[in-house]
């Protein structure tokens, strides 16, 4: 048992200390109580130290991404809060590669989960794409206003104007780069909780603690 709880705990470095303690605690009380004595027994009953930190993980990085809603503390940055459902996501695919599946269905799954990456993946470099795409045409053009401005003046201005026209177009669409690149964050946050959910499976111990 003990070199169960310490592989465990070797696999949950991303908690506080007041969370790995008491993660720790609990499952070491619970194998305790329960007479798994032996390795082997403790992976009978909790699966490996490594599919149980996964799990734990997951579920206190969605906890984590719930606390402010739930508790009132202050909102993170729209940064730091994508930067964290990122993480989450991360987190939930490894938790649910992680759980038992037949064949059939961790093939149904694998293949949503990449399609969920995949398709957020996408849109992301789409986006990024355009917006450089109008960053680098409106500074070229502009550039090339400013070289035949010599030759001609009034040929140079439209040049200079449709540059200047484009780059504004690129700086007001960050904004909303911003904002699309948060959507198909929260949107593969919210598919990957969402199955998760349906296949997670609770033991015994996850039972209790979850009523703690």
Same mark, same amino acid.
């Given at each position: ?11 949950? @470095? ?40 996964r799990k734990?993980?997951?579920d206190?990085s969605i ?10 503390q ?8 994508? %930067? ?8 939930i695919v490894?938790?649910i590669?992680?759980t ?27 986006l990024?794409?355009?917006i ?11 550039g ?16 200079v ?10 700086v ?19 598919a990957?909780r969402?199955?998760?959910g %349906?296949?997670?499976?609770k @033991? ?6 979850g009523?703690?």
């Open positions: 048992m003990d070199k169960y709880i310490e592989e465990f705990k070797g696999y949950l @470095n991303q908690l506080s200390d007041a969370e790995l303690e008491e993660v720790v605690s609990f499952y070491s009380e619970y194998l305790a109580d329960g007479g798994f004595e032996s390795y082997e027994d403790s992976v009978e009953e909790l699966g490996s130290p490594r599919q149980l930190a734990v993980l997951a206190y906890r984590l991404l719930d606390a402010p809603e739930k508790e009132g202050t909102m993170r940055s729209r940064a730091a809060q994508s %930067k964290t459902q990122v993480k989450t996501i991360w987190l490894l938790a590669l992680s038992p599946l037949t064949i059939p269905l961790a093939i149904g799954v694998l293949a949503t989960l990449f399609g969920l990456l995949v398709g957020a993946a996408a849109i992301v470099f789409a990024v794409v355009t450089l795409s109008l960053a680098v045409a409106g500074i070229f053009v502009f090339v206003g400013v070289g035949i401005m010599a030759q001609s003046m009034s040929t140079g201005l439209v040049y104007g449709a540059g200047l026209c484009v780059i504004g177009l690129f007001a669409l960050i904004p909303a780069f911003k904002w699309l690149i948060s959507g198909a964050i929260h949107v593969t946050l919210s990957s969402w199955l998760y %349906k296949l997670k499976s @033991n015994q111990a996850e039972k209790e603690r009523h703690k």
